[in-house]
């Protein structure tokens, strides 16, 4: 029944048929559905991840272990100290380029030295690219509830991936510059939109060197198709961005900048065992993300699905290489998210629609329900072991290193020691500059007893036992798990405590950093 019915008026012959009201047809509603759905899903996700990154993100301590290092590294930009310095004792940097690190500081500038200013710059980082992401699924389908489900089932691998999104680490920055590039490249109509669309993929590789394959992916395909001549101004640009800071980082480091970021990271043993780490990890967290993402591939234009390979190859790359981790997975996580949002949106083919509306639903909703994220906000009993230890480290006197976790040095105020990861790369190089620099250092670091004491989490000398380390340093043992180096995920566990010979006793040390009292007492 009509409304002009309804209300007893008879329509004149020759008037025109009044329009229906807006709803969708019967056979329509079942993709919408699905759409809204999975959209609804996908907001749950996000809140899931801002409640727990807004409930840690003024934690004092290291909520993972790589964070330490950052922390070290802004606090050397900030000290006017190089960043891509010789292996030393001290210091070895992360093998990464340095726009994270620069931005991170940044904002150090003006909320001070410590973990917050690091991952609130994650933080906007990881919302951009939920934005970004959602935005270019509605530009390229026309559905908001396609985008808003894609950035959902993208946030709900934050707690699959390790719960890296907030981390200070430079993976969000990275992954926001990366879909920002490929928004960019695939929207740019004009000169200035193309030089846009190079800086932003140039900036993705200054967070992250392997973010040269989308550069190198996304341009070559650009080449091959109508907008070859933006192309090229997108290519020139990335290229002459990259190369200027590459030259001008080189000449700056003496060096070191290339020896760090491209030369040790090449010869990267690989670790076998996660060739196949990696397909379990993708099907095991977006598994039915994926089923939506192939159900729609053919409808992707090009340049996005040279950018999505381009990402899951970024992935793959890092994974299986000697170190790799699951945030490793991230840029294979967001590839798969576009497309099965793409797929979500495909109004051509509604049983496409419905179809990846229900896995995108169906991998939200299974992600969310093998979440725990109490597990992932550090107790109260976590933060004051830690501020006990770093009291205990201010009594106990002189540079305390604790290699695992350096920025508890800077929290005491005192000198770090490089961390083991860094060491490790330098070490199994094949650079014997950089060996013999970090060997010299450590050396001449042990026989003039630099380190008041060493913490460490396990048996064996640290510091990768440096010629004539047990002359220098003996081992002390603690029974109980009561010295806590503050990781949030990590148990307590007995602490392995290295002092210098003829110093006090390994109670007597003990005694100290366990309860912050003063050495006099």
Excluded at 176 to 199: C, N
Excluded at 333 to 353: C, D, F, K, N
């Amino acid at each position: 029944m009509t409304l002009s019915s309804s209300l007893g008026i008879r329509p004149r012959p020759g008037d025109a048929a009044e329009p229906a009201l807006d709803r969708p047809p019967r056979r329509q509603r079942a993709p919408r559905a699905a759409q809204l759905a999975a959209a609804l899903v996908g907001l749950v996700a996000i809140g899931a991840y801002l409640f727990v990154a807004l409930r840690r993100i003024d934690y004092p301590f290291a909520l993972e272990s790589l964070e330490g290092n950052s922390l070290v590294e802004v606090h050397r930009i900030l000290a006017g100290q190089q960043l891509y310095p010789a292996p030393t004792a001290g210091y070895v940097p992360d093998g990464y380029p340095p726009l994270y690190f620069y931005v991170a500081a940044a904002a150090a500038r003006v909320f001070g030295v410590s973990y917050l200013p690091l991952r609130l710059v994650s933080l906007v980082s990881s919302l951009a690219c939920f934005a970004l992401l959602a935005r270019l699924v509605q530009r390229e389908t026309g559905s908001i509830a396609a985008g808003t489900g894609a950035a959902g089932v993208f946030a709900a691998t934050y707690f699959a991936a390790g719960t890296w999104f907030d981390l200070a680490r430079v993976d969000s920055l990275f992954l926001a510059l990366s879909i920002g590039g490929l928004y960019a490249a695939r929207y740019m109509r004009r000169t200035r939109g193309a030089i846009a669309a190079g800086l932003l993929l140039a900036a993705a590789a200054l967070t992250k060197q392997s973010g040269l394959a989308e550069v190198v992916a996304v341009t070559a395909v650009l080449l091959i198709g109508p907008r070859r001549r933006l192309a090229c101004y997108a290519g020139v640009t990335a290229v002459a961005v990259l190369g200027v800071s590459t030259l001008a980082l080189r000449l700056a480091s003496g060096g070191w900048y290339t020896y760090y970021i491209f030369k040790q990271m090449s010869e990267h043993a690989l670790a076998y065992g996660n060739f196949g780490w990696f397909w379990t990890a993708l099907l095991t967290a977006t598994g039915l993300a994926a089923c939506a993402a192939l159900i729609g591939a053919r409808r992707v234009p090009l340049e996005l699905l040279a950018g999505c390979a381009a990402l899951a190859v970024e992935g793959y790359s890092a994974l299986v290489a000697n170190g790799g981790t699951i945030n490793d997975m991230l840029p294979a996580y967001l590839a798969v998210a576009l497309l099965a949002g793409l797929a979500l949106g495909a109004g051509s083919a509604r049983w496409v629609t419905t179809a990846a509306g229900v896995l995108v639903l169906a991998q939200s909703a299974f992600l969310l329900a093998g979440s725990h994220p109490s597990q992932a906000i550090p107790s109260s009993a976590s933060r004051a072991a830690g501020e006990r230890l770093v009291a205990g480290m201010r009594a106990f006197g002189g540079d305390v290193a604790v290699p695992d976790n350096p920025s508890l040095s800077l929290m005491a105020g005192m000198a770090p020691a490089a961390v083991p990861g860094g060491v490790r790369d330098v070490l199994s190089a094949t650079d014997k500059d950089g060996i013999d620099s970090f060997r010299h250092s450590t050396q001449e670091a042990i026989a003039a007893h630099k380190f008041s004491a060493i913490i460490d989490d396990a048996p064996g000398a640290p510091l990768y036992n440096p010629a004539g380390f047990l002359k220098n340093y003996h081992q002390c043992v603690q029974p109980d798990p009561t010295l806590l180096v503050p990781v949030a995920r990590a148990q307590a566990r007995p602490a392995v405590v290295w002092i210098p010979w003829g110093g006090m006793s390994c109670q007597a040390a003990f005694s100290i950093l366990d309860g912050g009292k003063a050495a006099g007492s």
